[in-house]
């Protein structure tokens, strides 16, 4: 298979990243959220081998991830500092960044160009797919293999949510020469041992779908279209162009690296010495709500703000617990669980240690999205 890379395929500069996907993008792969969700509760579909439908937002959307970047670039920038000058300590200048697509890859460009701005360096970065209950793409990792050494490579991704794509990435590099110690931009479920914060905030990325993320999809494993020697699949949006700000997310954070370098460079030192290692606390609260709410699967519960904001662009929610602390930052999931006609239920601010759960109908059925 032959790497992609834009402008033929996503809107990414080729420099930023290297895409080890299959182009499908002339494949009818999207079906609505309710026979989505029918066919994956029911067992007639794993969730990777279709798409949904790609949401498009309103005027007054937009408005909201416009704000919400402004408002949290700087911090954006100060957790891309932090994250990747651990990556670089751990790894070293050499470092192979490989993100989970789609939603480390923006992190993974902003890991890339921090290490560039501070550093000089130019690292390279590919993005792979990830699957949960499937795996990571074998033919990636053989890819890679065979170009890096695999003890260089350092596996990104945007945030944590209860921790089941850090278990599944630690399962699939299991007797493998790659190292599994994940590295996120956020990680409340704090269970990954690398991030630049372990708070719940919001990363604006996580407010749109392809239009954010170089208008490539979210990654497809379908039998009938992937082969045994192809990568994992996804499409590139091309007829989103007018609708894209993958750019502006990328260029308004690194506008501010130059306002947090000091900072970075004061705090980044101290870190390795520190106590990270993952608690799985987040697991453990999400097993709780799953009681509470008579929830016998947990991967119908979506902690955080970039989980429950998927949950209502791309699933068949039922209901958001939203803390009473989170404030403006979940102005964008009360908008869209508005829209969607979803309950938002107040819970304590020691609840949980997410600033939102997203829950999808556990009994998915005709008439429960209702």
Same mark, same amino acid.
Do not use: K, N
């Given at each position: 298979m032959r790497p992609l890379h834009g402008p033929d395929f996503g809107s990414y500069p080729a420099e930023d990243v290297t895409w080890l996907l299959k182009d499908l993008s002339d494949v009818r792969l999207e079906a609505p959220a309710e026979e989505r969700e029918a066919a994956v509760q029911t067992g007639r579909a794993h969730y990777a081998e279709s798409l949904p439908i790609e949401?498009?937002?309103?005027?007054?959307? /937009?408005?909201?991830?416009?704000?919400? %970047?402004? =408002?949290?670039?700087? /911090?954006?920038?100060?957790?891309?500092? %932090?994250? =990747?000058?651990?990556?670089?300590?751990?790894?070293?200048?050499?470092?192979?960044?490989?993100?989970?697509?789609?939603?480390?890859?923006?992190?993974?460009?902003l890991v890339r160009r921090w290490a560039r701005f501070a550093h000089g360096l130019d690292l390279p970065h590919y993005a792979v797919s990830i699957v949960r209950d499937r795996g990571i793409d074998t033919v990636a990792l053989r890819y890679l293999a065979g170009r890096h050494d695999p003890s260089a490579v350092m596996f990104v991704d945007g945030w944590t949510g209860k921790g089941a794509i850090t278990r599944e990435l630690t399962a699939a590099l299991a007797g493998t020469a790659f190292r599994d110690d994940l590295a996120v931009l956020a990680d409340p479920g704090r269970c990954a041992p690398l991030y630049g914060t372990r708070d719940d905030f919001l990363i604006p990325s996580a407010c749109l779908n392809s239009t954010v993320s170089g208008l490539v999809s979210r990654t497809v494993l379908n039998d009938r279209l992937i082969g045994p020697d192809d990568f994992h699949g996804a499409k590139f949006y091309a007829d989103l162009a007018a609708d894209d700000v993958s750019a502006l997310f990328l260029d308004t954070v690194c506008a501010r690296f130059a306002d947090v370098a000091e900072r970075v460079a004061k705090d980044a030192p101290g870190l390795p010495a520190s106590d990270r290692a993952p608690d799985w606390s987040g697991w453990e609260a999400v097993r709780d709500v799953a009681g509470e709410h008579g929830i016998d699967d947990l991967n119908l519960i979506k902690p955080g703000i970039g989980e429950t904001t998927r949950v209502l662009l791309r699933r068949v929610p039922w209901k958001v617990l939203a803390r009473t602390d989170a404030g403006p930052e979940l102005r964008h999931i009360r908008h869209l669980a508005e829209e969607r006609g979803v309950p938002v239920v107040d819970v304590e601010p020691d609840r949980f240690p997410y600033a939102c759960m997203g829950l999808i109908h556990p009994r998915f059925g005709k008439g429960a999205a209702q």
């Open positions: 949401y498009q937002p309103g005027p007054e959307y /937009r408005r909201l991830f416009e704000e919400a %970047l402004e =408002t949290s670039a700087e /911090r954006l920038a100060y957790a891309t500092g %932090l994250v =990747t000058e651990q990556i670089l300590a751990e790894r070293g200048p050499d470092a192979v960044l490989v993100s989970l697509a789609r939603a480390g890859t923006p992190v993974g460009i």
